[in-house]
């Protein structure tokens, strides 16, 4: 019989939530699953005899749970990255629009899981390189972001698609969304909703000064150079929640990813009803 090991991933839990997880624990346990914990997610079991996972070890998990929100999912993700092990989010967070509250149907997923009865989402990710700044951890599965940083004045953004000029944003900043991230901080801004199979990436500027600039919708296959003018000497680039320093005149280059996110959903997965129960989409006191 194959090893069913698999990894857990979130922080330091209590109260309440401390007994979920321990029950989630058990019921894995029964299972056959040999389970290892994120370090931090460790720090909940200190008198306990649990072991923690490395990078090395995500490659040969069955799958990982991610035990937290939204950006608990997103941390997740950073972790695997290339390896691609599949994702089952459980929600313990606010909004968790990327994860499921399965505690009262979780042993019921676990079966569906060995029986290869749920729907594996392959979720798109963008990737962002610097010519002059090596960036670990490079992809996002929610958006790229470029703000503005040591000045409150706009900085100036000029942006290539596949090497022709677009346009030059006047603005506090600009996001490269995927689909997945459309719901998240380009929506906030003016995006649009993307479903998570459509194949496109969204450029939604922060703030613009250009009356006319809106979000715009490309192709994922197309390559973005954005070159960064500041009044400040540095700008921050965020991939998600991590964001890192860097100066101007240095060549941005976004693309499609070259590996995906896969999501573990149950078989009746359905996105418009997600989009109905967390974001209240067509919500009207009139229905």
Known sequence: MKTKKIGINGI???????????????????????????????????????????????????????????????????????YETKILGINIGKLGFLSYDVYTFFEKMLDDIDEKKFTLEERSLVTIDVKEKKIEKNFALNEISVVKKDSSSMIRIHCYINEKFLCTYW?????????????????????????????????????????????????????????????????LVSLDSRSKTL???????????????????????????TLRKKLNWGYDLRN
Not at 196 to 220: A, Q
Not at 251 to 267: E, G, R, T, V
């Open 12 to 82: 330091k839990i209590k109260g309440e939530n401390r007994k979920r997880l321990k029950s989630l624990i058990q019921c894995l346990e029964r299972k056959g699953y040999i389970i290892y914990f994120s370090d931090k997610l460790l720090q909940t079991f200190k008198n306990e005899n649990y072991k923690s996972y490395t990078s090395e070890n995500l490659s040969n998990f069955l799958f990982i749970i991610s035990l937290g929100g939204d950006g608990t999912l997103l941390n997740t993700v950073s972790q695997i990255g290339k």
């Open 171 to 235: 603005s506090d900043g600009l996001i490269i969304s995927t689909p997945t991230g459309s719901t998240g901080y380009s929506l906030s801004c003016g995006g649009p909703i993307l479903t998570p199979d459509t194949k496109n990436l969204i450029i939604t500027p922060i703030s613009p000064h250009n009356l006319g600039l809106r979000s715009l919708i490309i192709s994922d296959d197309s390559k973005i150079k954005l070159k960064v003018e500041s009044e400040g000497n540095n700008y």
């Open 247 to 273: 100066k101007k005149d240095q060549d941005l280059l976004i693309s499609k990813s070259k590996f995906n996110a896969n999501l573990i959903h149950p078989d009746n997965f359905d996105f418009f009803e």
